[in-house]
């Protein structure tokens, strides 16, 4: 018999190539030590996709993580100097672009690409830029921000027309008269609602991403799953948008699910399992508030778990749609306005971003020093004075809402402060003397990531990321 020719190849060359590409990752992987739980277990993400910061945390190896993103350049500003009797230090109004923090800006700013022609339009010729660089560039391009109040409503909704008003960009009706799309540059670019929210989506999901390491990523870990967390009262065709704008920014995630915002809270509280540890029969019925206050929404809804179902249900919604930590920065930057004698006028952005800064700062100080609109100070009681109004509003939602459910103060079991305005300096000391000296106000999980990491852990993770 002839020898097998030089040009045929050997049967066991298949399996033999077969095994060393199953091999092959493991082995690059345990010599570059990445994580190997990637490769037997799901790696699964959740996302608080917010009106004003969004945030991202992953569920890896039964443990929920907040995953942090770049901050962004500085603007350069400074803009408030705290003092007490001992310290004295300065904030600027944005942080170094070194710097991670656990939260994006939900913003985009689309720039038109040098390359374009001129008769050019649609997407393809704009660079899209998200969160902290595109709140940074905002004034090179079309710079669009809070379309979590537009998505997935027809344009004829009251909100809508609402909100219209007050935008810095236009909110038109798309060619059937009921879709609500934003019109940029001109005319030359027009996106919806959902194109924005699935551009923060992204932009998060690549940063959870990145954060698996260079080699999970090159050797092709995705993630499996996504929850993202929606408002209580975001009806079907609000969720379904969200949805559709998560699958066609993130194709690459196989599943996508939403979870309601407050039971996301009582999950990074631990709350679940504390109450099925509390045991069955007449101690087995929990009742608790989730006030989430945001940046432009204050959401409070109250939740009963019953440890017999091993479950939560959200027995009511409520709180002020038009209510903020937006607001607060509005009213103190009037404040500033008013002390430095500038009349009426709101001061521009600088004005607030230094009320912002001094609102933070006067959580820790009986006194800031504020060097825009003009060189002043800021004490505790003159900003409590300047919010009265909003605190009032504050805590008669939560009222109102206890009211509508026959449920008294005493009754509560918790209360869990979520989202970045709950941090505020007056809102907890409020809170405390609205309820019963029996009620917990639960502040002990990050308020900017706590909605995020519970969204994470709704697949049975741990509460190790808080």
Sequence with gaps: MAPPSSTEVPSSFPLIALFLLSVLPVAIALLFGSDLSLLTTETLIGVDLGTTFSTVAVCRGGEARVIPVMAGPSSGHAAATSRSPDTSRTTGLASGSDRLVNVTPSVVTYLRKPSARATSTGLQAY???????????????????????????????????????????????????????????????????????????????????????????????????????????????????????????????????????????????GLHEEYRQAGSGASAT????????????????????????????????????????EDFDRAIAQLLVQKCGAGDESGGVDVQLAAETAKRELGLSEEVFVNVPCHTSLTRHDVDAAVAPLVKRMVGAVSHLLEEHFTSTSSIDDVVLVGGSSRMYLVEPALRKFFSNSTRIRSDVDGETAIALGAARSFGCSAGGR
């Design 127 to 269: 660079t899209t830029l998200v969160g902290a660089e595109a709140r940074s560039r905002r004034d090179e391009g079309s710079y669009v921000y809070a379309t979590k109040r537009l998505i997935g409503r027809p344009f004829e909704h009251d909100a809508v027309q609402t909100e219209k008003q007050q935008l810095g960009y236009d909110v038109v009706a798309a060619d059937d008269g009921a879709t609500t799309q934003i019109s940029l540059d001109g005319g030359k670019l027009v996106v919806t609602p959902e194109d924005v929210g699935g551009a923060v989506l992204a932009q998060l999901v690549t940063a959870a991403e990145q954060s698996l390491g260079w080699l999970n990523s090159a050797l092709g870990f995705r993630f499996k799953a996504l929850t993202v967390s929606v408002p209580v009262g975001f009806d079907v065709d609000q969720r379904r948008a969200t949805i559709n704008a998560a699958r066609k920014y993130v194709p690459n995630v196989r599943q996508v699910r939403l979870l309601e915002e407050p039971i996301a809270a009582a999950l990074a509280f």
């Design 286 to 325: 929990k009742n608790l508030v989730v006030f989430d206050f945001g940046g432009g929404t204050l959401d409070v809804a109250l939740i009963d778990f019953d440890a017999n179902n091993d479950g939560f249900v959200v027995v009511g919604a409520g709180g002020d749609s038009r209510l903020g930590g």
